[in-house]
Every structure is written in structure tokens, then in C-alpha cells.
């Protein structure tokens, strides 16, 4: 009875180490592996109400839920044309969402940009993401200006380049959105905001943080050094605004931040807690920053992004249906949104950037000495019993 337990257990491992292996080295032939099956997941989660459920677990989950979600969708429709029309469908469904009381119930109304940049800067990558999929009408691209206008009078009116997402409260990544979408605007448009962006991009330069050379986490109402979770976010939208600057502020990040196990919420050499920004915190590292780095590692055109996805799919317990996908078996649904996202990202402004020097393959290593040596111990258990036995026999 025990040798048949143990034969089964070892059969389990040796599917699993196959899995994993697969996983890790064989080629992948779709780009987004997955997104569009993720993405209807999605949809029947959020109809479920897990929007409002993210909406208990941090301040801004039914936003980031849809957002993400509609986002994601563009996407997939700017890299497959075939799909742009429903991919619109589900565009114009998210901002209905993220645009009702509970979308804005949030934010405060009365800051400026209306309900803060957090608000409007997402918002409005949104709109501008219509707009790319080529099927807006009128009424939309109207909206996508009058609030692209409505953002760049609070940049061009404001002291500072970091404006209120919350009352007395500034993070510099939510302007870097907004500054993202103005950038975006006179792409898909007209030029008509680039002094902005400009002025924008010379105001961040001076208020970089000194101990890393990269823009601070939070400035109102203290100034914190830059940290993992706010930087993998500005690295997938800087590109779009200033892609030499972006690259040299992705180069930096990647230096004081990354590292095998995924991106540190605190730069090396330095420590702290987790909060609501990172997510709790393994080993240092924040899960929410490393599934976001994947993101701005593709667009960067770093390699690097080709082993954080394939480590998610080793790790991330991906469940695939026929037509769902999702991961920790569907457990943490703004999870899967915030992978999808990444999963699929692409620059929306800048053209492709130069490729990145990538690592050697011998990262693998270490992964495939973990799959494989359960099953190899097992079955070399088994084969030592049966010697064993076979001996006491010939005895």
C-alpha cells in the first residue's frame, strides 16, 4: 500500500517537474499567452462584484479592477485588429464603470483635475486607448480632449509637476499617467500639449530623489525615497513621454531594484515594511511591483520580461480552460488584471525601443534542480528499496 502511495506521489512530481519544464524553456508562440481567456474571466468576476470586493481590500480596487480590465482589452485590440471591435465593446463598458458613483466615490470631486490626477490621469489613458482602436465617435474623442484639456491646465497652473491625487496627498507616479496621457493625445490626435509634457519632463528632473537618482514615491504630505512599487509603474508609462529619459531612469531602476527573486520594495542596501502601495512584502520583494516590472520590462524591450512571465507561469498556479484563464485558481482577480495588463503591454506612443542585453539562460537552473529533484529522490527511493528486496530474495 505505502510503495503504491509513493509510486503515485512520484508520478505526480515528475507530471509537475514536465509542466514546469515546459514552462521554462519551450518557445511560446502567442505573444499574450493567454490574455484574451483572462480577460473573460475577468469580465464574469467583475459582473460577480469582485470590483467592490477589491474596493475593501485597498482604496482604489474598483478603479484599478475595471481600469485594468479595459486597458488590457486595448491592448489586445491594437495588436490584433480582428478583435478591435469587441475589444471597444469592452472599452466603452469599463469607463461606464470607472465614470458611476462607485468609480468616483473615492476621489474628491473638487480637486484639480476633477477628483485628482489619479483619477483623471487613468481615466484618461483610457479614453486615449479608445481612441487608438480606431472605432470612437464623436462624442468620445470630444470627451478624450475636453479632459486632456482640463489636465493640462492643472499642470500648467500648479507650482509643482506632482499634482493631489487625494486631498494633501501627491504621488509622482499618478502625474506621470496624466503627463502619459497628454502624450498620448497629440499622437492620436493633434499636437497640441507638448510644451506641457516639456515643462513637465524638466520640473520632474530636478525633484529626483537624491539617493537614487529616480523620482520619489510620494511628495505631499512628506517627500519618501523612490520605492519598487511606485517606479515599476513609472517605467511602463515614462517611455511614452520621454523615451531617452526613460530609458536611463528603466537602467537605474533595474540596478537599485531588481534582482533574481523578483523587485524589492526598498532599494538595496536599505529596508522597510510593506503597506497598501506594496502589498505585503517576501524576502524584501513586493509582488504587486514584480508583476508590474514584467509590464515595463516589455515595453523596454528587455528580455528580462520573458523570465518574469515564464517564472509567473511556473509559480502563479495558472488554471486554463477552454475559455478562462486565471492564476492562484482565481483567488485575487485584480491579480489576474494586473497580469493581463502587464502580460500584454506595448508602447501606446514611443516606437519600439532598443532591445536590452538579456541574461544567460542559467537562470533556469536553479528552477529545474527544484522540479526535478522531488520526483528524481522519490523514484531513486523506490529503485533502492526494490534492490533491496531483491537481494533479501537471492539471500
Same mark, same amino acid.
Given at each position: 500500500?505505502?510503495?503504491?502511495?509513493?509510486?503515485?506521489?512520484?508520478?505526480?512530481?515528475?507530471?509537475?517537474?514536465?509542466?514546469?519544464?515546459?514552462?521554462?524553456?519551450?518557445?511560446?508562440?502567442?505573444?499574450?499567452?493567454? =490574455?484574451?481567456?483572462?480577460?473573460?474571466?475577468?469580465?464574469?468576476?467583475?459582473?460577480?462584484?469582485?470590483?467592490?470586493?477589491?474596493?475593501?481590500?485597498?482604496?482604489?480596487?474598483?478603479?484599478?479592477?475595471?481600469?485594468?480590465?479595459?486597458?488590457?482589452?486595448?491592448?489586445?485590440?491594437?495588436?490584433?485588429?480582428?478583435?478591435?471591435?469587441?475589444?471597444?465593446?469592452?472599452?466603452?463598458?469599463?469607463?461606464?464603470?470607472?465614470?458611476?458613483?462607485?468609480?468616483?466615490?473615492?476621489?474628491?470631486?473638487?480637486?484639480?483635475?476633477?477628483?485628482?490626477?489619479?483619477?483623471?490621469?487613468?481615466?484618461? /489613458?483610457?479614453?486615449?486607448?479608445?481612441?487608438?482602436?480606431?472605432?470612437?465617435?464623436?462624442?468620445?474623442?470630444?470627451?478624450?480632449?475636453?479632459?486632456?484639456?482640463?489636465?493640462?491646465?492643472?499642470?500648467?497652473?500648479?507650482?509643482?509637476?506632482?499634482? &493631489?491625487?487625494?486631498?494633501?496627498?501627491?504621488?509622482?507616479?499618478?502625474?506621470?499617467?496624466?503627463?502619459?496621457?497628454?502624450?498620448?493625445?497629440?499622437?492620436?490626435?493633434?499636437?497640441?500639449?507638448?510644451?506641457?509634457?516639456?515643462?513637465?519632463?524638466?520640473?520632474?528632473?530636478? &525633484?529626483?530623489?537624491?539617493?537614487?537618482?529616480?523620482?520619489?514615491?510620494?511628495?505631499?504630505?512628506?517627500?519618501?525615497?523612490?520605492?519598487?512599487?511606485?517606479?515599476?509603474?513609472?517605467?511602463?508609462? #515614462?517611455?511614452?513621454?520621454?523615451?531617452?529619459?526613460?530609458?536611463?531612469?528603466?537602467?537605474?531602476?533595474?540596478?537599485?531594484? =531588481?534582482?533574481?527573486?523578483?523587485?524589492?520594495?526598498?532599494?538595496?542596501?536599505?529596508?522597510?515594511?510593506?503597506?497598501?502601495?506594496?502589498?505585503?512584502?517576501?524576502?524584501?520583494?513586493?509582488?504587486?511591483?514584480?508583476?508590474?516590472?514584467?509590464?515595463?520590462?516589455?515595453?523596454?524591450?528587455?528580455?528580462?520580461?520573458?523570465?518574469?512571465?515564464?517564472?509567473?507561469?511556473?509559480?502563479?498556479?495558472?488554471?486554463?480552460? =477552454?475559455?478562462?484563464?486565471?492564476?492562484?485558481?482565481?483567488?485575487?482577480?485584480?491579480?489576474?488584471?494586473? #497580469?493581463?495588463?502587464?502580460?500584454?503591454?506595448?508602447?501606446?506612443?514611443?516606437?519600439?525601443?532598443?532591445?536590452?542585453?538579456?541574461?544567460?539562460?542559467?537562470?533556469?537552473?536553479? /528552477?529545474?534542480?527544484?522540479?526535478?529533484?522531488?520526483?528524481?529522490?522519490?523514484?531513486?527511493?523506490?529503485?533502492?528499496?526494490?534492490?533491496?528486496?531483491?537481494?533479501?530474495?537471492?539471500?
Amino acid at each position: 500500500m505505502l510503495r503504491k502511495l509513493v509510486i503515485g506521489v512520484a508520478v505526480i512530481a515528475t507530471v509537475v517537474a514536465g509542466v514546469g519544464t515546459a514552462r521554462l524553456v519551450l518557445p511560446w508562440t502567442d505573444p499574450t499567452r493567454g =490574455v484574451v481567456k483572462q480577460l473573460t474571466f475577468l469580465r464574469a468576476e467583475i459582473e460577480s462584484g469582485s470590483d467592490h470586493a477589491a474596493q475593501k481590500q485597498f482604496p482604489e480596487g474598483y478603479f484599478f479592477l475595471n481600469v485594468l480590465y479595459g486597458l488590457s482589452w486595448v491592448q489586445v485590440g491594437i495588436d490584433d485588429p480582428a478583435r478591435s471591435a469587441d475589444a471597444t465593446t469592452q472599452v466603452r463598458w469599463a469607463l461606464e464603470r470607472i465614470a458611476s458613483p462607485d468609480g468616483t466615490a473615492p476621489f474628491d470631486e473638487s480637486l484639480q483635475p476633477q477628483y485628482g490626477v489619479f483619477y483623471a490621469g487613468w481615466t484618461n /489613458w483610457l479614453r486615449g486607448g479608445l481612441i487608438a482602436l480606431g472605432q470612437s465617435d464623436a462624442a468620445e474623442r470630444n470627451a478624450f480632449t475636453s479632459e486632456s484639456v482640463e489636465i493640462a491646465t492643472a499642470f500648467r497652473t500648479a507650482r509643482t509637476p506632482f499634482l &493631489q491625487a487625494y486631498p494633501g496627498q501627491a504621488w509622482p507616479v499618478d502625474s506621470v499617467v496624466a503627463i502619459a496621457s497628454l502624450q498620448l493625445y497629440d499622437a492620436l490626435v493633434a499636437p497640441r500639449f507638448g510644451q506641457v509634457v516639456r515643462d513637465w519632463t524638466a520640473a520632474a528632473k530636478l &525633484q529626483l530623489d537624491p539617493a537614487t537618482g529616480l523620482l520619489p514615491h510620494q511628495v505631499v504630505p512628506q517627500v519618501s525615497g523612490a520605492r519598487g512599487s511606485s517606479q515599476a509603474m513609472i517605467q511602463r508609462f #515614462l517611455v511614452d513621454i520621454d523615451p531617452a529619459f526613460a530609458r536611463t531612469q528603466y537602467e537605474i531602476f533595474k540596478d537599485k531594484f =531588481v534582482t533574481g527573486l523578483g523587485v524589492r520594495e526598498y532599494p538595496q542596501g536599505t529596508s522597510g515594511t510593506g503597506d497598501v502601495d506594496s502589498g505585503p512584502l517576501v524576502l524584501g520583494r513586493s509582488l504587486s511591483a514584480t508583476v508590474v516590472a514584467l509590464g515595463a520590462a516589455r515595453v523596454h524591450h528587455d528580455p528580462f520580461a520573458d523570465r518574469l512571465a515564464r517564472e509567473g507561469e511556473l509559480v502563479g498556479l495558472p488554471v486554463s480552460g =477552454v475559455k478562462t484563464k486565471r492564476y492562484v485558481f482565481g483567488a485575487v482577480p485584480i491579480g489576474d488584471a494586473f #497580469l493581463a495588463w502587464s502580460t500584454s503591454a506595448r508602447p501606446m506612443v514611443a516606437a519600439d525601443q532598443p532591445e536590452l542585453e538579456g541574461e544567460s539562460g542559467w537562470w533556469r537552473l536553479p /528552477w529545474l534542480v527544484a522540479l526535478w529533484l522531488p520526483a528524481l529522490l522519490l523514484w531513486g527511493g523506490l529503485r533502492l528499496r526494490h534492490r533491496g528486496r531483491r537481494r533479501k530474495r537471492a539471500r
